[in-house]
């Protein structure tokens, strides 16, 4: 199929615009409606494989029995069958074989994840990404993000073959690969880049020095990143262009930043410093489980949820999740139509790769239920309760962001773990561990004496049971660990994170992640 004039991608670009700034302008959402048409086209292909059979599904099955008869799936307990769609065995999660798979380690230090990525799930993740770049340009006046190219930092796109699988040909690596290799030749033509050879890149001081030669003449309306590798390409970009005051002096029609991923908050300000002054921020929700939501309003209405574009969602209250009696929870779940605006909820995903009533680990809350529009909070795992005080990943960064907001600082990186009581040492209480990197040089110098009680004092007004056990004497003051500059890079070098779209756990119950801290800052914690 020849591939359209550049003009003709603009009219296009135009005309889809206008119908979804109407679509988004309308009385209602049709998400309900969206979903319930979703979960019949699924379930009905559930129907035609080996392991959703097993379970009771048939085809034109209600959502009733499907609540009753499906699990919930965490991906352990995919694992056996992921293990034999990729030696090859057809029809196991979805009709057919499949060769092509993501592979995720979440936000959690665990295993790493093979997650399957068919053509129906390539094709969801094409409407999906495209309808969030069409939210952008709908609440935009005057875009013309669609007339230059759009720069994506993501991870490498080269594949690799998993050898232990032969003589089926299955490949495995990270989603923005799989995807590269399925671009509409329009996308590669006109808009993607950094190319083929760049992205597929693996040394990421290579790739952002390559990155810089090839983009900075170019006409780039769109760069799309993890927000702490936006910062070095930036920083790598003005130094190249002797010392640009930001990213517009060197694109002077760069008007979009799409980010997803982390929370924006600790790089807001400096991001938008280097960017430049009338860049707009677009907020995404993707995984490689599927793409979720999308902004379509302003930053503070949340997250717009994708509900027509191939995913059926469910939604279990964060207050009865337990992973070791997942058993005991199929009826706990609600769909869409039944969620309520400021309850926290795990997330659960239908998707035409298989996946089916699969746990992805985040949790997100929902702002309003029409338009269904939410905000990610934190991972199942990324919880910090062990002391019963049940604080989330985003109270956690919104304190510290208020914090830091008050006396000037700027974040890299943080992550916070128990101290617990240890009769031995005299320790007869627990409390919360910081481990805290600014950006210097500040005009106030930050120490942890004084950011401990600020912070204790934000998580109070933040969370009750935070309040109730500092309070009751049941949780000693916080203490803070300021760190030298490149500790967190240290680490995540040292696991294998750094680079691409992998992210820094924010917290943990253990202290599995502070203990190596400790390792490299040579600080040891007596417990």
């Not at 991906?75 to 092509?100: H, N, S, T």
């Not at 604080?391 to 208020?402: M, R």
């Not at 204790?456 to 935070?466: H, V």
Request: net charge neutral; hydrophobic share 40%.
């Amino acid at each position: 199929m020849p591939v359209p004039p550049k003009f003709l991608v603009n009219v296009g670009a135009s005309i889809l615009t206008a119908r979804m700034r109407s679509r988004l302008r309308g009385k209602k959402s049709g998400a309900v409606p969206a979903q319930e048409k979703t979960f019949r086209q699924l379930a009905d292909t559930f129907a035609q494989t080996l392991l959703w059979r097993e379970h009771g599904m048939e085809a034109g099955i209600n959502y009733k029995k499907f609540r009753e008869r499906i699990p919930l799936y965490s991906y352990e307990d995919l694992v056996p069958a992921i293990e034999r769609m990729k030696f090859g065995e057809a029809d196991v999660l979805w009709p057919g074989q499949c060769a092509f798979y993501a592979i995720s380690s979440g936000t959690t230090a665990g295993r790493t994840k093979y997650l399957p990525i068919n053509k129906p799930m390539i094709a969801h993740f094409r409407k999906a990404g495209l309808d969030s770049l069409l939210y952008y340009a709908a609440r935009t006046p005057r875009t013309r993000v669609f007339c230059g190219r759009h720069l994506f930092l993501g991870g490498s796109t080269a594949l690799a073959p998993i050898e232990d699988v032969r003589p089926f040909a299955a490949y495995a690596g990270d989603l923005s690969g799989i995807s590269a290799l399925h671009l509409p030749p329009w996308v590669e033509k006109h808009l993607y880049e950094p190319g083929a050879g760049i992205a597929g890149m693996t040394d990421w001081p290579e790739k952002i020095q390559a990155i810089v030669a090839r983009t900075s003449p170019l006409d780039i309306t769109l760069l799309a990143g993890i927000p702490s590798w936006i910062l070095i390409l930036a920083e790598a970009l003005r130094a190249q262009a002797g010392g640009a005051q930001n990213l517009q002096a060197i694109w002077p029609h760069l008007e979009c930043l799409v980010h997803g991923g982390v929370p924006l908050g600790p790089f807001e300000n400096e991001l938008r410093a280097v960017l430049g002054p009338t860049v707009n921020f677009h907020e995404v929700y993707p995984a490689s489980e599927g793409f979720i939501a999308a902004q379509d309003a302003d930053s503070a209405a949340g997250l717009r949820l994708l509900a027509d574009a191939g995913l059926f969602f469910e939604f279990l209250p964060l207050s009865e999740f337990d992973e070791n009696r997942l058993t005991l929870l199929v009826l706990q779940a609600v769909p869409l139509e039944d969620v309520k605006p400021g309850v926290d909820y795990v997330l659960l995903l239908s998707t035409p790769a298989g996946l089916c009533r699969y746990i992805v680990g985040d949790v997100v809350r929902f702002i309003s239920t029409e338009p269904p529009r939410l905000i990610y909070v934190g991972r199942t795992k990324l919880q910090l309760s062990a002391f019963g005080e049940h604080v989330i990943e985003k109270e956690l960064t919104d304190a510290l962001l208020a914090v830091c907001h008050h006396h000037g600082w700027t974040i890299i990186n943080f992550h916070v773990a128990p101290i617990f009581a240890n009769a031995a040492t005299g320790r007869k209480r627990g409390q919360h561990e910081w481990w805290v990197e600014l950006k210097v040089p500040t005009i106030e110098t930050p120490t942890g004496p004084v950011m401990a009680p600020e912070i204790d004092a934000e998580l109070k007004r933040l969370n009750d049971d935070y309040e109730a056990k500092r309070k009751g004497g049941g949780l000693d003051p916080p203490v803070v660990r300021l760190v030298m500059p490149g500790v967190f890079e240290h680490w995540m070098r040292s696991v294998g994170k750094w680079g691409g779209q992998n992210k820094m756990p924010r917290c943990r119950s253990d202290r599995e992640i502070a203990d190596q801290l400790a390792e490299i800052t040579r600080f040891h914690t007596e417990n």
